[in-house]
T-cell receptor, first 112, second 116 residues
Framework: DAKTTQPTSMDCAEGRAANLPCNHSTISGNEYVYWYRQIHSQGPQYIIHGLKNNETNEMASLIITEDRKSSTLILPHATLRDTAVYYCIVRPPTGTASKLTFGTGTRLQVTL | GAVVSQHPSRVICKSGTSVKIECRSLDFQATTMFWYRQFPKQSLMLMATSNEGSKATYEQGVEKDKFLINHASLTLSTLTVTSAHPEDSSFYIC????????????FGPGTRLTVT
């Protein structure tokens, strides 16, 4: 699976947009970009995923560059409850290789 | 959304005993379930992949005789840590994946195992 690189930690003021970058320069053409987050001592929570086009749901937006070598997860109005470790994962679409490989993620701290 | 539960949420056991952890998909059928382990301040590490009705596939370095996995139905997988030792103390997390073209994994809340 393609590897991802994320900053170790980021801070964001409550109410502001949190932009979390991810580099995946070795991504293959059929691999998806997935984002999960893990709040302390809980199981990971699915946020969003995409292949080529930008995606938006009730939680976040995912912006994927045209060359697909990087992406940005945007939390439009961060709250204290968004404090968590955010994982960017590149994943093949089907089969047994669809397992998720978690990297170290970005620890997002939302502050007042 | 899809809900996955784990039981127990916390367990303390003595060294040498066995512990069983259950993972259930509550509102969907999971053709595949995954078991992860997470040590403090580390990321999740996949232990094994479990398909309903067949033997689990273990990741390299994970002892299949120590971590017994049973996926007897489309809504239940169990992980049994046999002859537990203090170094097995960890946060164990399962996830469930639907079939039929849906590949999102939905995670359980995790089980904190402490071996004394």
């Amino acid at each position: 699976d393609a590897k991802t690189t994320q900053p170790t930690s980021m801070d964001c003021a409550e109410g502001r947009a949190a932009n979390l970058p991810c580099n995946h320069s070795t991504i293959s053409g059929n691999e998806y970009v997935y984002w999960y987050r893990q709040i302390h001592s809980q199981g990971p929570q699915y946020i969003i995923h995409g292949l080529k086009n930008n995606e938006t749901n009730e939680m976040a937006s995912l912006i994927i560059t045209e060359d697909r070598k990087s992406s940005t997860l945007i939390l439009p109005h961060a709250t204290l409850r968004d404090t968590a470790v955010y994982y960017c994962i590149v994943r093949p679409p089907t089969g047994t290789a669809s397992k998720l490989t978690f990297g170290t993620g970005t620890r997002l701290q939302v502050t007042l | 959304g899809a809900v996955v539960s784990q039981h127990p949420s916390r367990v303390i056991c003595k060294s040498g005993t066995s512990v069983k952890i259950e993972c259930r998909s509550l509102d969907f059928q999971a053709t595949t379930m995954f078991w992860y382990r997470q040590f403090p301040k580390q990321s999740l590490m996949l232990m094994a992949t479990s398909n309903e009705g067949s033997k689990a596939t273990y990741e390299q370095g994970v002892e299949k005789d120590k971590f017994l996995i049973n996926h007897a139905s489309l809504t239940l997988s169990t992980l049994t840590v046999t002859s537990a030792h203090p170094e097995d103390s960890s946060f164990y997390i399962c996830s469930a994946q639907r079939g039929g073209g849906h590949y999102e994994q939905y995670f359980g809340p995790g089980t904190r195992l402490t071996v004394t």
